[in-house]
């Protein structure tokens, strides 16, 4: 018959052992992955302890936390309709896999009534173009489609809506994100041994990717006409101090832009006879 006392001891006993046990099996899950856990990085230290190390102290905890809390915010905020944005992000997701699976020659799982009012082409990309491409041939490539005025109004509705609009013009958020990147350039040099240059390199180069992107999603207009409204959850296309509504309000494309060039000359007109 066991005592309490040396239950308690014999528990801390086979505490203390799969403590140790879980140690040596992280390491040799490291090794057999092809993990060095004898790294330089890791400047003389075991493999747990300096994991162990960088995740409490390295990691750039403050920066992440402004990310994550900025973005769980925009999720959990209200569209227009009072439902989760994070329902119209799932919505948003959803489709894109649906459209993905099409584009590469398989059945998706099915197909949105919004989808339906569109041509198939509007659906369908050039999934070589994003597997094999570069940054450059990627966004001329989304461009171009995004930029077919038949296929705007699917766009505009699947993946430019308020919540998204909320996101791309969330400065705090942006601006979480560029502390955070500055944060990981200087980790990879203060801890992985990278150099300046090397790392200055791979900022600039990912940041000006980042900064190209996030001013085409802010302003998402086409040569051709075609633009997509960025209007945050809560705003509604109003003109003047009286907050009448614009006329051109919900229109999409080419009609929008026919419409305010129209209004613009009317405003002129009225301007010019208005008084004496």
């Not at 046990?21 to 790294?39: F, H, P, Q, R, Y």
């Not at 791309?168 to 992985?192: H, M, P, R, S, Y």
């Amino acid at each position: 018959v066991h005592t309490q006392a040396s239950k308690e001891r014999s528990s801390g006993i086979n505490a203390e052992y799969g403590m140790g046990e879980a140690k040596i099996l992280s390491v040799n899950m490291a090794g057999l992955a092809g993990i060095d856990t004898n790294a330089p990085y890791q400047k003389g230290k075991g493999f747990n302890a300096f994991w162990s190390e960088f995740i409490d102290t390295t990691i750039p905890w403050s920066s992440i936390r402004t990310v994550v809390d900025r973005f769980t915010a925009n999720v959990c905020s209200n569209d227009n309709r009072g439902d989760k944005c994070y329902s119209y992000f799932f919505d948003t997701v959803t489709k894109l896999y649906q459209w993905y699976m099409k584009s590469t020659g398989l059945k998706p799982a099915g197909r949105s009534s919004a989808s339906r009012k569109y041509d198939s082409s509007c659906t369908t990309f050039n999934m070589e173009v994003v597997a094999t491409g570069g940054f450059t041939d990627i966004k001329e490539a989304l461009v171009n489609k995004m930029c077919v005025d038949e296929c705007s109004g699917l766009y505009q509705d699947t993946l430019f809506g308020c919540c998204t609009a909320n996101m791309i013009q969330d400065n705090e958020l942006t601006g979480g994100l560029e502390d955070l990147a500055t944060d990981l350039k200087d980790l990879v040099v203060d801890t992985f041994g990278y150099s300046e240059e090397e790392a200055n390199a791979m900022f600039s180069l990912y940041m000006g990717y980042a900064t190209e992107a996030l001013g085409m999603l802010r302003n998402p207009t086409c040569d051709n006409g075609v633009s997509y409204d960025m209007i945050p959850c809560g705003a509604d296309a109003r003109d003047g101090e009286e907050g009448e509504m614009s006329p051109c309000a919900g229109l999409k494309g080419k009609k929008k832009k026919k419409c305010e060039a129209a209004e613009q000359e009317g405003s002129g007109e009225e301007e010019e006879g208005g008084y004496p």
